[in-house]
């Protein structure tokens, strides 16, 4: 089992998913990029943690939309 997410790190990652819908991939270090330019982030860990979990909802929605 994981680390559960706290609500602020799924907030904001569905926040730019919904704003920049196309922007996002499934790869975590192009994603990492990509925050840096969009957040002003002071800390790494969170960056990451959005990160992190932006991949996670992208690789999500591909595999629905493969299997529907």
């Known amino acids: 089992m ?3 997410r706290p ?4 907030k904001i990652s569905k ?3 919904e ?15 990509l925050l840096d330019e969009f957040l002003v982030l002071q800390s790494k860990v969170v960056r990451n943690r959005i990160a992190g979990y932006i991949t996670h909802l992208i690789k999500n929605e591909r595999i629905e939309n493969e299997f529907s």
């Open 15 to 17: 926040e730019l998913i």
């Open 2 to 4: 994981g680390r559960v």
């Open 19 to 33: 704003k920049y819908p196309n922007v996002f991939s499934n790869i975590f270090e192009e994603n990492k990029k």
């Open 7 to 10: 609500v602020f790190i799924k």
